[in-house]
């Protein structure tokens, strides 16, 4: 088979050729047609990730052919039996082991499911890794019931537009965030009710004055200086749900805020076999289609990571992977 293979830190993705994986009892071998991109693909590769391992075959996502039959991959492995937090064994496909940017991977037999049959394998491949953690984030974890207010800090990437649609589909209204004024524009023709650019002074309070009032649940996936924005944008007794940290350590929090409003600082990462099931049904439920940003082929896969590097995306990146 043929790879995209990441030999070490800093260097690119090199095209290889493999010997095929071997189904056993446990595993199975599902032939690609389509991967796509995470933020952790560009991290590994400049070696900001944790238990690094070379050459690796990077990617989560996927979705293709076992058999006849068209599957989507649950990249979230073996989580463990507490529903409320991974185990210590619990790992994400393509790093330690070897992931979806190949004509083929090997992933645990329980880890595969139908293909939602709206969408395209592109599609389909675009929704794992986010869709899981956008889902747990919103409903295990941020506990969003109908008529809520959302906030989503940063729209753009897959796991914030999956919110987004996942949001919009139970009937909550949905403000965004962002320091690109098109993204805002783009997130309202989605449905959002409307935005404001972190950029502003005291975004959070205007953001509230602006919109009629304060969120009932806020996805955050930047920490840093600007988290507490986010108290002043929350509603008293709201829940603030934390996915990710690419603006670093949060500073700048006031405890007065958050005990005088009754704030919860909720933690969420990806999610058990379980909510992975119920997304991929969710999905199907509502007809939701991932947003695409662009599409590359395999061979191409440097350019879609200089791409997610830049950080001007607005969806899921996808690499095609011909049969």
Known sequence: MKAMVLPG???PLAMESWADWTETADHVVVDLRAAALNHRD??????QYAGLRFPIILGSDGAGYYGDREVIINPSMAWGDDSRCQGSGYHILGLPQHGTFAEKVAVPRENILDKPSHLSFAEAAALPLAGLTAYRALF???ELMAGERVLIN???GGVALFALQFALAVGATVYVTSGSAEKIERAQALGAEGGISYREEEWGKLLVKNAGGGFDLVIDSAGGAGFGQLLRAANPGGRIVVYGGTQGAITNLSPQLLFWKQLQIIGSTMGTSAEFAAMVKFVTLHQIRPIIDQEYSLAEANLALARMDDGAQFGKIVLKISS
Do not use: F, P
């Open 9 to 11: 830190i800093g260097q």
């Open 154 to 156: 940063g729209i753009g």
């Open 42 to 47: 560009v991290w590994i590769s400049k070696g």
């Open 140 to 142: 295990t974890q941020g």
